[in-house]
């Protein structure tokens, strides 16, 4: 059998042929508005633009990984960019220590339902009996109960707080970088004085993961001040409050505010520095948060308004004291 030979080709034939298709190709692509190749890479360096903060310009670098963080969970570039150059904005280091090493004294509730305690709430209670009345018929919470934590936490407004609402959430998100979690273990170390190195261990692995969680919760409540600008009074480059964040006479957190504020005084806004929101709120808050007859119903509510057992134990002790008069 013969064997094929391979086909002959005229070069000149084929150059031609080859300049011909490579004219077409180069003819379709000026044609073209971007080609497929390019469109890829915009797509990749526009999502890239979205989501680093270093192609916008602010004064607070020091808070640039979160402002990317920010950016990648959707808050508004235009709000974040207000706060990152706002002046009052600052890092907080003593406030990173407290939200995650938290202090060696124990709080002391016990003089929150003393007799003079007792005495200026049971005046508020008078003074507001109608709209507090009007906020345990609709929610179910007892008006002693918004009473008792009115006056815990602000003295019924008396001490809201000094700190910048927006630094002190700024300040925390950066508790999980390398550098503030050495810090906080050489707190730790300090003010604790563990007995060996398993301890020491322990303590530093519950800093590292509390460190983990708050700077999450930070995050989240900077995107929820995103959210509250849009629906509140007052705004969030006016708040100021408790070292951790909360705000208004019931003290709430700006995330409490979006999920449970409301207004109780009719006027279309809900203003947690004026009382009747404040009531009405505080109302709502144990209610969705399962307030009930029983003990247990009612621990567990005011417990996730604050996850201290003393606490919880003051709020009820005051309660019922101010409901003997």
């Not at 550098?179 to 060996?196: G, H, L, Q, S």
């Not at 301890?199 to 590292?208: D, G, P, Q």
Request: charged share 25%; hydrophobic share 40%.
């Amino acid at each position: 059998m013969k064997k094929k030979s391979l086909p002959k080709f005229n070069i000149p034939f084929l150059l031609l042929n080859t300049t011909i298709v490579f004219s077409v190709l180069l003819l379709f692509s000026s044609c073209s508005t971007t080609p497929a190749v390019h469109l890829n890479t915009s797509i990749t360096t526009k999502t890239e633009q979205e989501s680093s903060s270093s192609l916008l310009s602010y004064k607070h670098t020091e808070f640039s990984a979160v402002a990317d963080t920010l950016l990648r969970r959707g808050i508004d570039t235009t709000f974040l960019l207000q706060l990152l150059n706002e002046e009052r904005l600052h890092f907080e280091p003593n406030l990173v220590k407290i939200n995650v090493a938290g202090t060696r004294k124990k709080p002391d509730y016990s003089n929150h339902y003393n007799k003079l305690s007792v005495k200026k709430s049971q005046e508020f209670l008078e003074k507001h009996r109608p709209i507090l009345q009007a906020a345990e018929q609709q929610y179910g919470v007892p008006k002693e109960a918004i009473t008792a934590i009115l006056w815990i936490e602000t003295k019924f407004g008396g001490y809201l707080g000094r700190n910048y609402i927006p630094s002190i959430f700024f300040s925390v998100a950066l508790a999980a970088t390398p550098e503030n979690i050495t810090k906080n273990k050489e707190v730790m170390r300090a003010e604790y004085e563990p007995a060996d190195s398993v301890e020491v261990r322990e303590l530093e692995l519950k800093i590292e993961q509390r460190a983990k969680r708050k700077s999450a919760w930070a995050i989240g409540e900077l995107l929820a001040l995103d959210t509250l600008r849009k629906i509140s009074p007052i705004s969030p480059f006016e708040l100021y409050g408790s070292s951790a964040g909360a705000f208004g006479l019931p003290q709430f957190l700006p995330s409490s505010y979006v999920r449970w504020a409301v207004d109780g005084n009719g006027d279309g806004s809900v203003n947690l520095f004026e009382v009747e929101d404040a009531i009405f709120s505080v109302g709502n808050y144990l209610n969705v948060n399962g307030w009930g007859n029983a003990r247990e119903a009612q621990e567990k509510a005011v417990f996730h308004y604050n996850n201290s057992k003393d606490y919880v134990d003051a709020v009820l002790k005051l309660a019922e004291k101010l409901s003997e008069h």
